[in-house]
């Protein structure tokens, strides 16, 4: 009796050594998924800001993006965006003819605002901080902002937000540089869905 | 039985007026005007004294129902006094119609109404371009059933005073002793 529960016992122990084997060469296996390809339609880049004490918002609705992400290899990550920045939508016409003006965006001379990222480095399950350049009109800063990361079947779904000054890129020039009407801190919003590649 | 409004009544009364008489022209001017911040800031000024509008309104109607107006003179016929009251009806209609249907529109365009900047009022409708713009041109279309109602109670106002010579005018100007 004694003999037969030991070995009952050690048939249970070697199939959960077995189980917990696979499973982990499994997890292994789905967490080694590299993020290569941006599936636009599922993707935004957005942007809040004050103006007169009113929250309000707009987005860019074209940009194309390379990146190569691997979450549990993000020091290898590359990620670059190019966005089309004539495609700004403030949410009125009158705005948007605006803000594509010289003393906003001027789109003329500057059709794209770049983001490319330097570092990006783990700092807690599925989070990320990541460093790069942002290039808007010209002018090139670097920033670092706080990434989150969710799985979603063959799917990566990468969010954070991060906080600029529009000075630092002479946005909103002339009778526009005072904060009182249009406020200095813009909020960027991202919501990047990639699809794995195995 | 008094003749004339009480002094709540009237502060309230001309209040109200100096915002209508600011604001109507203001609407007109910002919606013309180029992009610009001024043009940001007088959207925001007209919003904030269309709110006020509404909230005195809402004060004015509560202090009438407590305070009931004098009686129409007694010289006007039934047809006038209908016609007076009708006219009354209108504009206190109008003082909440108005400021609704502009902060409808402002929701539909998904701009939201701040109080004097500090306190929101809630959009109750979500971001729409086309009922926007519709409701654009009903907050017009209202605005200029407005500036006629109000033609027309400027007008009978000044009937009652030089053609009528009943000094209806008095009921609703401050005492005389304000003025000294």
Redesign the interface.
């Known amino acids: 009796m004694t003999k037969h529960f030991s070995s009952v016992f050690k048939s249970t122990s070697s199939v959960a050594a077995i189980f917990f084997l696979t499973s982990s060469v499994f997890f292994n296996s789905s967490q080694a998924t590299e993020y290569k390809s941006v599936v636009s339609e599922k993707s935004t880049i957005g942007f809040s800001y004050k103006q007169m004490g009113v929250g309000s918002d707009g987005q860019f609705k074209k940009f194309t993006a390379q990146i190569s992400f691997d979450p549990v290899k993000p020091q290898g990550a590359k990620a670059s965006f190019d966005i089309d920045v004539a495609t700004i939508d403030i949410g009125s016409d009158q705005g948007n003819d605006e803000v594509q003006g010289k003393g906003w965006f001027n789109v003329k001379a500057f059709p794209r605002a770049t983001f490319v990222a330097t570092q990006i480095k783990s700092t807690n399950t599925n989070q990320f901080e990541v460093t790069g350049n942002l290039t808007i009109k010209g002018q090139t800063k670097e920033i670092k902002f706080p990434m989150k990361y969710v799985q979603q079947s063959n799917m990566g779904l990468f969010t954070g937000s991060l906080t600029i000054h529009r000075v630092d890129f002479a946005i909103g020039e002339g009778s526009w540089s005072k904060f009182d009407v249009v406020a200095n801190e813009v909020q960027i919003n991202f919501n990047v869905t990639a699809q794995a590649v195995k | 039985m008094t003749n004339t409004y009480t002094t709540t009544a009237k502060a309230l009364h001309w209040l109200i007026a100096l915002l209508i008489f600011c604001m109507i022209p203001l609407g007109f001017v910002m919606t013309d005007m180029d992009?610009?911040?001024e043009k940001?800031?007088y959207?925001?000024w007209h919003k904030w004294a269309g709110v006020s509008v509404f909230l005195l309104s809402l004060i004015r109607l509560v202090w009438r129902v407590l305070n009931p107006p004098p009686e129409l003179p007694e010289q006007m016929n039934q047809r006038l006094k209908f016609l007076a009251h009708m006219g009354h009806y209108a504009l206190y209609m109008l003082c909440f119609i108005i400021p609704v249907s502009g902060w409808l529109m402002s929701s539909a365009?998904?701009?939201?109404?701040?109080w004097f900047?500090?306190l929101?009022i809630p959009d109750l409708l979500v971001?729409d371009k086309a009922l926007g713009a519709q409701l654009a041109e009903l907050h017009e279309t209202l605005n200029w059933i407005l500036v006629a109602t109000i033609t027309v109670h400027i007008i009978a106002a000044l009937k009652h005073q030089f053609i009528d010579k009943d000094n209806l005018l008095t009921r609703i100007l401050p005492k005389p002793s304000f003025f000294k």
């Open positions: 992009f610009s911040p940001l800031q959207y925001s365009k998904g701009v939201q109404t701040v900047g500090v929101p971001k």
